[in-house]
C-alpha cells in the first residue's frame, strides 16, 4: 500500500477523533512540537495521540507516524481555513512580512500563519511558500537562469 494513503487514513482518523473530543488545537500543537524535536517528547502525550500510537503499533505502522503526524497537521490546518506560508528573505524585513500577510490575507481570507526565515544564500529578494505554490523572487534564481541563458548561448555559438 502507498505510504501517502496510509498517513492520509490514519491522519483523517486522528482529525475526526480530536473533532469530537474538542480537543483539536492541543492536540495539534503537540504534534508540532513533536515534529519540530522528535528527540524531546513530551511527558504526557494528549489522549488522543496516545491512542493514535496504540493502533499504530498494534496494526504495525509506527514506522508511518512521521508521515501521519504531517499530514495531521495539513489536514487540521485545511479544515481550520488556515493557510500555512513560508517567506525567506536574505536580511529581516518587518514590513514586507506585513505587506505580505495582509496581501495573502486579502486574497486567500482565513488565517495566514506565516514563518520567517532570514537565508542570506538568496542574496537578496525573497521565497514565499503558501501551502503547495511558490513564488521565487530571490536574487540568487535570477543570477542561476541568466548563467543558463550564457551557458546556453555559448553552446549555440561554437
Known amino acids: 500500500m502507498n505510504t501517502g494513503i496510509i498517513s492520509s487514513r490514519y491522519a ?6 480530536v473533532d469530537e473530543t474538542g480537543n483539536g488545537e492541543a492536540v495539534y500543537n ?3 512540537r513533536i515534529l519540530k524535536d522528535p ?9 488522543e495521540i496516545s491512542q493514535l500510537v496504540a493502533l499504530l503499533v498494534r496494526n504495525n505502522r509506527i514506522g ?8 495531521f497537521i ?13 517567506l525567506k528573505s536574505a536580511v529581516p524585513a518587518p514590513e514586507l512580512e506585513q505587506r505580505i500577510k495582509d496581501l495573502l490575507q486579502q486574497k486567500l481570507g482565513g488565517e495566514i500563519v506565516l514563518h520567517v526565515e532570514v537565508d542570506p544564500s538568496i542574496i ?11 513564488l521565487d ?5 535570477q543570477l542561476e537562469e541568466i548563467r543558463r541563458q550564457l551557458l546556453d548561448k555559448n553552446k549555440r555559438i561554437v
Open 12 to 17: 483523517k482518523a486522528l482529525l475526526l477523533m
Open 30 to 32: 503537540q504534534v508540532l
Open 39 to 47: 528527540d524531546s517528547m513530551p511527558d504526557g502525550l494528549e489522549p
Open 64 to 71: 508511518q507516524v512521521k508521515f501521519i503526524l504531517h499530514r
Open 74 to 86: 495539513e489536514l487540521y490546518n485545511f479544515s481550520r481555513g488556515r493557510h500555512v506560508a513560508m
Open 124 to 134: 537578496g529578494g525573497f521565497t514565499l511558500t503558501v501551502d503547495d505554490m511558490m
Open 137 to 141: 523572487a530571490s536574487v540568487s534564481r
